[in-house]
């Protein structure tokens, strides 16, 4: 039978693709040093365990509103100053929510500038509902605003920002953001702020928000999620803050894709926000530290700009491709003969460069540069 021409132009997931021969080699017996893995390495808050688990014994298990629990949608608007519940709707992860949203802002072949790399899924969405990715290089893993610029055409409807960022790390400066900001006001073009990792901000540096540019909240549609905020990952909660009109054809639309999010993983969210960023300060403190140690090994043998944020590591192999040999070819040759698995560069848009995800326990961050120093 034939299948639609909408999904016959759908690459499946890199990422996922290589977690598929991840476990394929651990089925083997293989001990494989995951550095392509994606979520935090700690456990969930004990709280939001108690508080689901509670959820589930006091019959928390029916349908809620189509775009989430009122209390938990008004407590994420206060993160948000001039906002309420009618400015919030809760999908399951920021993956979904990125999906409606495109579904909700395209008309067939219009276009969204993503900088690249990207995210794996961003592209995919787009051309999902209908839309034409429209790549623009960063420099040096920075928004290169005039390139942004020069990209409009009359069929651009959005740009999208990923800060900090899948797959680099790169957080962007205030300024690089009043700069796209400025962009998507003069051309009135919708701004989308993919925010998933806000919580992994290294240095002490001050990551600044989107929503921090009052004039352009009308355009922007802010995304985060509890997956790495919380290491809530499995929970799929994720939300959008935006502007009354847009949530409300966001919430029509998911009322008739999923209804609402699974309701006693929802009373977990809520138990999450009792906990301060404060609380999670650990986390970002251990995060930082596997930063710096694998920023440090990965120099010995890679270009590779020093990431702020997320968890990543995305540096150059190029001296490492000879006669012709792609970073897919070489991410397979390290995960089959050494057992350790990074993504290979392509899957986000950018040849010649490997991701490397430092979130996982100290000893098996050693043990896999010790491997790819070997294998190099
Ligand atoms: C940049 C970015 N956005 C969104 C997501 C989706 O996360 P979730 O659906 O778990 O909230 C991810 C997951 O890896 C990501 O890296």
């Known amino acids: 039978m034939k299948l639609s021409d909408r999904i016959t132009q759908i690459e499946a997931s890199g990422t996922v693709r290589f977690t598929q021969l991840i476990q394929q080699l651990r089925g083997q017996g293989r001990d494989i040093i995951d550095l392509a893995v994606g979520e935090p390495p700690y456990d969930t808050p004990g709280v939001v365990l108690e508080a689901t688990k509670q959820a589930l014994d006091t019959g928390k298990t029916k349908y809620s509103p189509a775009a989430g629990l009122p209390e938990l949608k008004s407590r994420l608007a206060q993160q948000f100053d001039g906002y309420d519940q009618r400015n919030i709707v809760i999908s399951n992860g920021s993956k979904q929510c990125l999906y409606t949203m495109f579904q909700v802002i395209c008309n067939p072949s219009d276009q969204v500038i993503i900088p690249r790399p990207y995210w794996v899924s961003f592209p995919q969405q787009v051309k999902l509902a209908g839309g034409r990715p429209v790549f623009v290089d960063t420099s040096n893993h920075q928004l290169d605003c005039d390139k942004i610029e020069r990209a409009i055409t009359s069929k651009t409807r959005a740009i999208l920002i990923n800060s900090p960022n899948n797959p680099t790390g790169a957080v962007y400066s205030s300024e690089a953001l009043a700069g796209v900001g400025k962009i998507a006001l003069e051309h009135n073009l919708y701004l989308i702020s993919d925010e998933a990792y806000c919580l992994f901000v290294y240095d002490g540096y001050n990551a600044a928000s989107l929503f921090n540019f009052e004039d352009i909240r009308p355009l922007l549609i802010i995304t985060r999620s509890f997956s790495k905020h919380y290491g809530m990952t499995g929970f799929r909660i994720g939300y959008v803050a935006a502007s009354r009109e847009f949530i409300r054809a966001f919430s029509v639309l998911q009322s008739h894709l999923t209804g609402n999010v699974c309701t006693f993983g929802q009373y977990g969210a809520l138990a999450a926000l009792s906990m301060d ?14 930063r710096d140690y694998a920023w440090q090994r990965a120099t010995e043998f890679f270009d590779c700009v020093k990431p702020r944020g997320a968890f990543y590591l995305f540096p150059d192999i190029s001296r490492y491709l000879k006669n012709g040999m792609t970073s897919v070819e070489f991410s397979e040759r390290l995960l089959e003969n050494c057992g350790v698995a990074v993504v290979p560069g392509e899957v986000f ?11 996982v326990s100290e000893d098996r961050l050693v043990s896999g540069f010790d491997k790819i120093a070997e294998a190099l």
Request: glycine share 4%; hydrophobic share 30%.
């Open 349 to 359: 848009g950018m040849a010649e460069h490997i991701r490397i995800s430092y979130a």
């Open 277 to 290: 960023d404060r609380d999670l300060e650990d986390w970002r403190t251990d995060m930082q530290h596997k």
